[in-house]
Nanobody
Framework: VQLQASGGGLVPAGGSLRLSCAAS??????MGWFRQAPGKERTFVAS????????YYSDSVRGRFTISRDNAKDMLYLQMTGLKPEDTAVYYC???????????????????WGQGTLVTVSS
């Protein structure tokens, strides 16, 4: 089982970007995204339950970011719109520690991390 994030890059403020995470073996786990800005702690961004029905967002991204998953393709996505310079960070995909749970990730109960992908938003 492994997680591999991709899709980061440099984008102007107001722009959009889609992150992807190859999530082989995590079909029954809640999945999510975290981010770590320079000099700051890693924080929760968004999560989606294992069936793809329930989503949850941090206040700072709600209404701008959309998390989704395609279990048939073992993929997790984060569509980011209306990007702001304060969204600049390394973004990590993550899987919950326990299968078939909905709240683990927003409670920072993480079982597996992917490597990060850097998103830079220029002002």
């Amino acid at each position: 089982v492994q997680l591999q994030a991709s899709g980061g890059g440099l984008v102007p403020a107001g722009g959009s970007l889609r992150l992807s995470c190859a999530a082989s073996g995590f079909g029954t786990y809640g999945m999510g995204w975290f981010r770590q800005a320079p000099g700051k702690e890693r924080t929760f961004v968004a999560s989606i339950d294992w069936r793809g029905f329930g989503t949850y967002y941090s206040d700072s991204v709600r209404g701008r970011f959309t998390i989704s998953r395609d279990n048939a393709k073992d993929m997790l996505y984060l569509q980011m719109t209306g990007l702001k310079p304060e969204d600049t960070a390394v973004y990590y995909c993550a899987a919950a520690a326990r299968p078939r749970t909905s709240t683990d990730l927003r409670r920072n109960i993480v079982g597996s991390w992917g490597q990060g992908t850097l998103v830079t938003v220029s002002s």
